[in-house]
């Protein structure tokens, strides 16, 4: 009886060493633009107070996680709001030790678009010691600043699975329906509004059916990617392909839409700052994986922006603009491969775009600076 005794080992509630050491918060950099110009606290409903009240929400998750967190607004958005933002950085809620939250940075944008503030973001999160992950999307997304799903998203580019993680908020729709505002049993909107589940749920079908399987960047039985819900999970080693700008090549004319023309409702680049990278990326033969989480749409939201006309044609105009620009970039890379040039030397600068053979048909092109 002593001796079976004598060969217990005691149980030891410590968690596995590598459980433990995969997530580092403060290896994160949550990255997003903001612009907020009518936000009050307590302010009647409006889009600046719904939109702005989730994305306080979001900034004081990362922050409570350990975080970091860059923030760039506007010179619209209001005083009130980036004070809001300052207190959160500031406070420590009484369950938290100081030092564990993240490190905050906000600053006002220098440079024009949303386009432009995402790239100042980015090279914020690098000037940060210890970064090594950047998350980067639009800040009323709460759903992503859980601690469940952020690890999810991190993980595997911190352990070298990915270079890039795109979430897959998990919407299905029946892509065959004709009345665009009834939901079936079998689809899961996820708290989006019908008709903007929808059209977002065709945006990606399109890219990947049209796009990247022609262009040899995905299988054509591989995981649709939800590239239009814009968030961006990826390696600080390939922050470069997020500060590339896009210009169009004649100066002063948009991006062709083949329906309607020119889309003066989406600046050229403004949403190619989330999709470009991704096209890019896949060319390189980085890896790209999409990586479902538990994402909820806030109902705040749905209930401001459901049944509105104005929000419905704001959806159509981007979508319509963003998928001729998705293609261009593709078609640039395909010219670019056409030629025997190396699309890498092309995008460090080693290689001139002015110098390229280009075909008339390329609008957008990359704009390099070396300096």
Known sequence: ??????????????????????????????????????????????????????????FRNFLELGTNVVLVHSGRTSKSFLESIRQYGLETPPHEVRDKKGELVLFKQKDRGISGARREGVLGALNIPGVEVIVMTEPEKVSLSERKNLIKLVEPVLTGEADIVIPD??????????????VNKEEDLRGYPPYQAYSEARFNLLVHKHILVPEGLRGENEE????????????????????????????????????????????????????????????????????????????????????????????????????????????????????????????????????????????????????
């Not at 590598?18 to 997003?32: G, L, N, S």
């Not at 908020?169 to 009834?182: C, H, I, P, S, Y």
């Not at 049944?307 to 593709?330: M, N």
Request: include cysteine.
């Open 1 to 58: 009886m002593g001796e079976s005794e004598d060969q217990i080992e005691p149980v030891s509630l410590a968690r596995p060493e590598e459980v433990k050491e995969i997530f580092k918060p403060e290896k994160v950099c949550f990255v997003t633009a903001v612009d907020y110009p009518g936000w009050l606290p307590g302010g009647e409903e409006s889009e600046s107070v719904v939109r702005g009240t989730l994305a306080l929400n979001t």
């Open 169 to 182: 908020r998990g919407v299905r729709v029946n892509l065959k329906k004709k009345n665009l505002d009834e």
């Open 224 to 371: 649709i990617l939800d590239l239009i819900g814009s968030p961006s999970v990826f390696n600080k080693n390939l922050a470069p392909l997020f500060l590339i700008k896009w210009k169009t090549r004649e100066e002063g004319k948009g991006v062709f839409d083949s329906r309607s023309g020119v889309l003066p409702s989406v600046e050229p680049s403004a949403y190619l700052s989330f999709l470009a990278p991704v096209i890019l990326a896949l060319s390189l033969g980085r890896k790209v994986r999409s990586v479902p989480i538990l994402y909820r749409h806030p109902q705040e939201q749905t209930r401001f922006e459901e049944g509105s006309i104005f929000y419905r044609k704001k959806r159509w105009q981007r979508l319509h603009g963003i998928l001729p620009e998705f293609a261009e970039v593709a078609r640039f890379v395909r010219e670019v491969k056409r030629g025997g040039v190396s699309l890498e030397d092309v995008l460090t600068g080693k290689v001139s775009v002015d110098r390229l053979d280009l075909s008339p048909k390329v609008r957008l092109v990359p704009k390099i600076t070396t300096d």
